[in-house]
């Protein structure tokens, strides 16, 4: 076993007393007065704004210190169970308002800050966005650390510090055009560099066998050609409250040789950094791709350098405390955030056992009791296979170990089950269809004694579909966790002027459980309620209008039905079929100028992956859409599309609480969750979607009355694809929809280049894979249903607030329990 860290210092009481920082407005004016001179080197006459956020930031980082400390004595003290959650993304945001509203502290610091009269929410902005995530799958995975926080799950999460995260976009001429993001650019207050928890991590090179004990097998010995150092950088997670104080460790990659001497002192400058550009490349930025298996050789490094290193460190700190890696299971249970951290299974086989001398069979009781795994996507293109090639060279050892687990459960498969042919082929690690891969999703299920889908119908389609024969094969495996958001952030923080009704109208509970949240439903039909739900809506709408008004000057009228679609640009999610709508909205406009159309702004905004050619045509669309609609003086104010550039966490909470409409029209069967229809509805707007991943629960709690859903479901759409289903029969049959195509394609929106859209309308008539053509007539008698309520606004705002009232089962406080209760096995507070 490894012997503990002579360096580690022995664990003393901390004594939380005495050191505790005060909250009070005098002492906090003083101290980030002493920051700025003592730490930044400023007096407050010369300070810049940005050397005043740092000054906040350092002050009220202290006071989370304080908790974290607690905590982490409090854990080593307890030896209870801990959670790793491993996570190729952490989609952050920025920190500062989330931690002061977590400490509870918004008022004070605020008002200490008058006193040199700067103001909290203009320093507040100026924090980076921190982007280290490209959308859903990154945002839950910080939703998440937050809960943990928040209910009293002790954990870290781990991952990696990307040096360049999600690119920023940019629009020119309509199109996107792709920049570098710095976020790190003034330096970041919020992390510790932890040079001493820092690991090799190798790549390549030889396994050798060597002849073990008497009547033992030979032991396996990696020797690795390359080896790059992790070193660990912790940032503090705050949960409501300040409770409980958990750790983001992520890892950034260095040279071992920060520079190779010999060839420096012969003249190769350039040569002599070779191996630290090597090294320092693996975390240099994060993959911009969601929904397409990147496939490159530096992706795989990225996913073994941060398994491996996380794994080490869970070792580490176990020895730290126990005696013994056999009881390993029962003290951390590690989450595998889809399967980009697959590879950890095999690491960990080759970590307990050719590096701890245990018996096979042992560990692989042990590695599957440790794992667990959260699938996000069952689209084709999105699952991980590597070639054998490849990952043979990478990772010759983990190889081998892949080899052995999948002889193994082949063997089981056979024998418990009868399985042959087919289906042994179907729960093989190995596919040897397409030139021989490795199945990331199979060695994940098999390695983890849970895996979740992340909605309902999301896990009844993983049943049916890609893990079919393994379901068969462990039928108690799979289960539903069912994602949820952070109230914290995504109601008190990003609406705060709900927030304040809410709490006046029902009490302060909702803040600590926001189960009570539903409280509020019987003022529903209040009307003088009603009508300040409605005030602060229109705030909130106003709020966005000067955004858009600032960034793209256009002007909106906040009276005007928001009608809101915010996310990444996929074909899938039907961005396509949304802009459709509104070509056809605008000639109806233009041909019966004289009906009482209901004034409506549409709002896009999202990335598409850069070598996503179809996503990138719908952005352009969407932007020679809105510039035609919104130049055309006959449509007066009755429509707007606005496009509004670089979407991101922040933007976001600016969106979210200004929508009257939420868009969540995924074809049915291939959005696994969505979380932004959850932070849309829990801020009072009406959703319009398809039967489609939480939407369908999201149905079930509102009420379906209280819902816009329209469109084929989830089987309904496996069906009209095995009939081999395509759009010219649906289009011709609809002269709104096919008028509406033949603008687009005949270069009304972008006369240019007549012929740009021809792609994208062709592949409705040849094929409507995603079925645009096929749902079209319902969504648009959806829309049209809308306006019909938008004009009775009484009845309008009680379901609006019935969405609020009704939405406290998505918050991620809730999944989270589900998580520790069912997989993990560790307790919460509460
Ligand atoms: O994960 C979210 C879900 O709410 C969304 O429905 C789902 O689309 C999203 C490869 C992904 N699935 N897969 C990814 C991200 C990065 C990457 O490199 C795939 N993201 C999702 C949370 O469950």
Redesign the pocket.
Known sequence: AQRPDPDAAAPLPHDASASRRSYDVDALAEEIVEKLTYSIGKSPARARKYDWLRAVTLTVRDRIIDHWLEAEDARAASGGKQVAYLS??FLIGRLLRDAINNLNLTTQVAEALKRYNVDLDMIELLEPDAAL????????AACFMESMASVGVPGFGYGIRYVHGFFRQEIADGAQVELPENWLLHGNPWEFERRERSYEIGFGGKVTSVVGEPGKPPRQLWRPAERVLAVAYDTPIVGWRGAHVNTLRLWSAQALDPILLDAFNSGDHIGALVESNKAEAITRVL?P??????GQELRLRQEFFFSSASLQDIIRRHLETNESLSNLHDKVSIQLN?T?PAVSVAELMRLLVDVHGMEWDEAWEITRQTFSY?N??L?PE?L?HWPIHLFERLLPRQMQIIYAINAAVIRQAMESKGFDGGRIAAISLIDENNGRRVRMGQLAFVGSHAVNG??AL?TDLMKETVFHALHELYPDRIQNKT?GVTPRRWLMEANPGLTSLLKETIGEGFLDDISKIRDVERFATDAGFRDRFAAVKRENKARLADVISERLAISVDPDALFDIQVK?IHEYKRQFLNIIEAVALYDQIRSQPATNWTPRVKVFAGKAAPSYLQAKEIIHLANDVARVINSDPAVRDLLKVVFIPNYNVSLAEIIMPAADISEQI?TAGL??????NMKFALNGALTIGTLD??NVEMRDHIGEENIFIFGLTASEVAQRRREGHSGRSVIEGLPLLRDALHAISSGVFSPDEPNRYNGLVGNLYNNDWWMIAADFQSYWDTQRRADALWADPAEWNRKAILNTARMSWFSSDRSIREYAADIWRTGTDA
């Open positions: 190729m993304e995530g490209n959308g859903g799958l990154g945002r839950l993959y791709a969601d929904s397409h298996q990147a889809d980009h959260t996000h996507t689209l999105a991980e992340v909605s999301h994602n990444r995924s959005e696994a969750s969505g979380t932004g991943g939480a």
